[in-house]
């Protein structure tokens, strides 16, 4: 006695989501989080895997640091004057980082 399915080339299955009549071969199977799953649909309703399932699974290395960084020092000569005016009750006046003369 062999262990053998009919061919079933007529046969009609049910989608699992929306219920509509197809032709059995004409139905997929459902791929959840990298795994098919027992789920048989139709072709309107069965969609891919979603990629977001993937995060986590593969190793992301995006260094965001400089080992021993080095500023320029034409920056730092410029971030160390206060460029823009302050006013305080109506006098101006210009300073420096630390000291303010009014």
């Known amino acids: 006695m062999s262990s053998t399915f009919a061919v079933g080339k007529r046969a009609l299955g049910l989608c699992d989501r929306c219920g509509q009549t197809y032709l059995l071969n004409e139905l997929r199977k459902l791929t959840i989080n990298f795994q ?14 979603h990629p977001q399932n993937a995060q986590g699974r593969y ?3 995006d260094a965001q640091a400089l080992r021993d960084p ?8 410029n971030s160390r ?6 006013y305080c009750q109506g006098v101006q006046g210009n ?4 000291t303010v003369t009014i």
Not at 70 to 77: C, I, N, P, T
């Open 36 to 49: 098919e799953v027992n789920t048989k649909v139709c072709p309107e309703c069965w969609e891919p895997d």
């Open 59 to 61: 190793p992301v290395r």
């Open 70 to 77: 080095r500023s320029d020092s034409a920056e730092l000569d």
């Open 81 to 86: 004057t206060l460029h823009t005016p302050i």
């Open 95 to 98: 300073g420096e980082v630390g």
